[in-house]
């Protein structure tokens, strides 16, 4: 079929913006999957483990731990994989302790894959908190800054080298925190004797959440030919019926790559296909990836097949659709786009940040239950498969980097800003492809009042933008609308608020006044849509009060209930979004003002609803009917809505 002028010039866009896609990081980071040409080994499961206790946290790397069996170097325990290792044991020193910690496996490696010189074996990290070296048999093979995100090296040639089969890998991870990781922290030493042992030091953080750490994520081995797909980038767009998907493939190892690319739908029928590394697939009859709630049919996922002459196929799901903003509206295929949504954490019971398919299905059930349509990744990516799992259940996401708790003078420097970019490339390079991903988050209310936040966020915002011109960029706020440094530079304003809670606590009945003016302050400055990011009050859970009194379930309550009429109201002319502060309660360091973690979730740490959760469903669930796209009566059968309309 021949093409239009418009599809044209939206191709020629679609191209040149690919162009400046991801050019900062080298390599590609796609997500380990099987394929006729590539194996995955899932070497997660039981490891073992030495935290270093000696005083400087050094004695491991001095005494080289990695040239032998971690168990013939001292005292070691059994540590599961993925899991933050705090909550494993009985042991209080472990839960608090900073500093190295060591990891070890050993996992046999298939014989045909040292055999075969044509194969390349990568070993990946899912993630692990903050700082990891890895080593195989002994030999280094790479090391990574930064928790939240993956790492991987080419072992190829080290298993060759070395013993063969057997497969020895070693982890050590450094959770210490300073002022230019990202989050940053201190470490204080305290020289009182008469109060602190020698040589004894804390680590202070800016941030509400337990700095959980460990080896978080899987640890797989997976294969690819020599000749292999490093990367695809694919951008999506549609006019009336036709979807135009571009897609960008490189190729690693190879000369002369052929590259092929096919798309084909649920039923399996190719709907379209291009030879070539680059170029634009247009498929009629398009089926939009919709949202959760939005649509009938919502998050319609196409299948990529791209592969690379006779040697490697890799197969993308791609969702077609397009994400827009204007001055008082978040469009998703042309369509006004309301977040009535939940912040998350990656936190729960014993694993702490350990991912858990039991947790991740059963937090899906729950936002599916309680009528969300999104959520956001407060406050870091979270593991590849939840954003899979959004991708398949049609639920939008704001995909937010480490950047938070950014309150020290000192993070605001150049050396911080440069990693905090490199965070963002590793971050658009890894999440790129989602569907479900709407908008990029940089950081959490750092001090943008601060004069060095200007120049910083300018930065941050614009190289964000620079690697990916298909999404909006924001960073979330608490600071006031006449001192913000940042949001010049952003899409949308998101703003987090605690009145009646750190604000005048106790007095509800200011909360409307209050959040009017919030608003309206807002944007009347910046003219700019904005989404309530964060609120909420923190409930005991079965603690009762009638006059509702703090930390009652019916405090969290009557909080939520007057910050919903002022959204009612905003929500008709700017406010594109609300988001709970916070699904489930986490745990936190320990302070005075947390009693075992933050209890400002709607569900407890262990996922039952309070009262909160059903006054946020009745709500969703009105929200979203009202858009008149839903077919109820199917959505009734799958959610008993008449227990609550
Ligand atoms: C917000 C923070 C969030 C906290 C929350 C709270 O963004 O991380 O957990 O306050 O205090 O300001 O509950």
New binding site residues.
């Given amino acids: 079929m021949g093409s239009s002028g418009a599809e044209r010039a939206a191709e020629r866009l679609l191209l040149a913006a690919l162009c400046s896609v991801c050019q900062a990081l080298q390599d590609g980071m796609l997500f380990p999957t099987e394929s006729p040409s590539r194996e995955v080994k899932d070497v997660s499961g039981l490891w073992i483990f030495r935290a270093d206790e000696s005083p400087e946290r050094s004695r491991g790397f001095e005494q080289q731990w990695y040239k032998s069996p971690l168990a013939e170097t001292g005292p070691v325990i059994d540590m599961p994989v993925p899991s933050s290792y705090n909550d494993i044991t009985q042991d209080a020193q472990i839960r608090d302790f900073i500093g190295w910690v060591w990891y070890e496996k050993d996992v046999w490696v298939p014989a045909r894959w040292i055999q075969d010189r044509g194969t390349r074996i990568v070993l990946r990290v899912g993630s692990a908190h903050y700082y990891s070296v890895l080593w195989v048999n002994g030999v280094k093979v790479t090391e990574h800054v930064g928790g939240h995100l993956p790492f991987e090296a080419d072992i190829s040639g080290v298993l060759r080298q070395t013993s063969g089969n057997q497969c020895r890998i070693t982890i050590a991870v450094n959770n210490t925190l300073t002022l230019e990781t990202l989050p940053p922290g201190t470490i204080q030493y305290m020289t009182d004797r008469s109060r602190y042992p020698a040589g004894y030091f804390v680590q202070n953080t800016n941030?509400?959440?337990f700095n959980y750490a460990g080896i978080h994520r899987p640890v797989l081995l997976y294969t690819t030919p020599k000749a292999h797909i490093d990367d695809i980038t694919v951008e999506t767009t549609f006019s009336d019926n036709i979807g135009l998907v571009s897609f960008n493939v490189s190729v690693l190892g190879s000369s002369k790559a052929a590259v092929k690319v096919t798309l084909s739908a649920q039923d399996g029928r190719c709907v379209a296909s291009a030879d070539g590394s680059r170029g634009v697939l247009k498929v009629t009859d398009v089926n939009l990836w919709w949202p959760y709630l939005m649509h009938e049919n919502p998050a319609y996922l196409y299948s990529m097949e791209v592969k690379d002459g006779q040697t490697d196929v890799y197969t993308l799901p791609v969702g077609i659709r397009t994400v827009k903003v204007t001055s008082t509206q978040f469009l998703i295929n042309n369509k006004p786009f309301y977040f009535h949504g939940v912040n998350k954490h990656e936190d729960a019971d014993i694993r702490g940040k350990g991912f858990d398919w039991p947790l991740v299905v059963k937090d899906f059930n729950l936002m599916k239950w309680m009528g969300a349509n999104s959520f956001r990744t407060?406050?870091y990516p979270y593991a590849e498969e939840i954003l899979q799992m959004a991708d398949r259940h049609g639920i939008v996401i704001i995909d937010e980097c480490p950047g938070?708790g950014i309150k020290d003078i000192r993070s605001f420097g150049n050396v911080s800003l440069a990693h905090h970019l490199t965070v963002m490339e590793e971050l658009v390079r890894r999440d790129k492809n989602h569907p479900s991903v709407v908008m990029w988050s940089v950081a959490?209310?750092p001090a943008s009042e601060m004069p060095p936040a200007g120049f910083y966020f300018k930065e941050l915002v614009s190289h964000t933008r620079s690697l990916d011109s298909s999404r909006p960029v924001t960073y979330i706020t608490?600071s006031n609308y006449a001192r913000d440094l940042g949001a010049p530079y952003v899409d949308v304003i998101c703003v987090?608020s605690?009145f009646s809670w750190y604000q005048d606590p106790g007095h509800t009945e200011l909360i409307g006044l209050q959040l009017n003016t919030q608003f309206d302050n807002w944007y009347g400055k910046y003219q700019k849509p904005i989404i309530q990011s964060?609120y909420?009050a923190d409930a005991v859970p079965g603690l009762h009060s009638d006059p509702p009194m703090m930390f009652t379930e019916e405090y969290q309550k009557t909080v939520l209930q007057n910050y919903h009429n002022v959204f009612d109201q905003k929500r008709k002319e700017f406010v594109i979004g609300e988001l709970i502060?916070?699904f489930a309660d986490f745990m936190t360091s320990q302070s005075i003002i947390r009693v075992v973690g933050?209890k400002?979730g709607i569900f407890t740490r262990q996922r039952q609803p309070k009262a909160g959760a059903f006054l946020l469903r009745e709500r969703y669930w009105r929200i979203a009917n009202e858009t008149g796209v839903l077919n109820t009566i199917k959505l009734e059968q799958e959610y008993p809505l008449r227990f609550i309309l």
Avoid: M, P, T
């Fill in positions: 941030f509400d959440f407060s406050h938070v959490n209310e608490a987090n605690y964060e909420g502060w916070n933050n400002k």
